[in-house]
Structure formats: C-alpha cells, structure tokens
Nanobody
Framework: QVQLVERGGGLVQAGGALRLSCAAS????????VGWFRQAPGKERDFVAA????????YYAKSVKGRFTISRDNAKNTVYLQLNSLKPEDTAVYYC?????????????????WGQGTQVTVSS
C-alpha cells in the first residue's frame, strides 16, 4: 500500500521560509515522480514542483521558480520542498503526490497517490 505523509507546514511571516517533507512508502517501481501541489480556499489545486525519483530532473511552476526548491533523499524515501521568500499568496494546503513515469508532471489528474496535505499560512 502506497502512503505519502507530509510534514512541515505552519505559520510564517512574509519573506520567511519553511521546509516541507513528504515521506513515501510502498512505491516499488524505480521510474516514478513525486510532485507538490497546493490548493488555496475556493481555488483549484495547482502544480508547484516535481522531481523524478531516479533521475536528476526537477520541474517548477513559474510562480515559484527561484523561490522554492524540490529535492529528495532516496535513502530516507523522502522528498522535500524548501519554500523561501514566502508571500501571502503562497498560503494554501500543500499536497505531495506520486505517479509512475515522468511525463506531464504538472497535471494533477495523472498522479495516483496523494498525501493528506499540510497547511502553509503566510502572514503579511
């Protein structure tokens, strides 16, 4: 059974930083990707960033490129999302998700497995 558990959300002032983690278990194939999405109240779930599990490949939404960094620790089966220079508009529930293959990484409906989400709130 695949399980994704996010941690690290919280309340931070604008300009601050947070690090989210996504611990993955039960993924047996080597060719899969882990992505981060976020959803603000009343809005659709938006793509944030994704990484291949086995290759040095990352992909970011334009709105976060240069501020957020996705990384992975294969030994710990964990993917991280470092959030820097946070803005109030970054406030959302952040979800990690996993899919087999590394195509169309920005499309939420391509991901099979989802975590429960972690709240990030940025105050102005």
């Amino acid at each position: 059974q695949v399980q994704l558990v996010e941690r690290g959300g919280g309340l931070v002032q604008a300009g601050g930083a947070l690090r989210l983690s996504c611990a993955a278990s039960g993924l047996t194939a080597s060719d899969y990707a882990v992505g981060w999405f976020r959803q603000a109240p009343g809005k659709e779930r938006d793509f944030v960033a994704a990484t291949s599990w086995s290759r040095d490949y990352t992909y970011y939404a334009k709105s976060v490129k240069g501020r957020f960094t996705i990384s992975r620790d294969n030994a710990k089966n964990t993917v991280y999302l470092q959030l820097n220079s946070l803005k109030p508009e970054d406030t959302a529930v952040y979800y990690c998700a996993a899919k087999y293959g590394t195509t169309q990484l920005s499309l939420a409906n391509g991901y099979l497995y989802w975590g429960q989400g972690t709240q990030v709130t940025v105050s102005s």
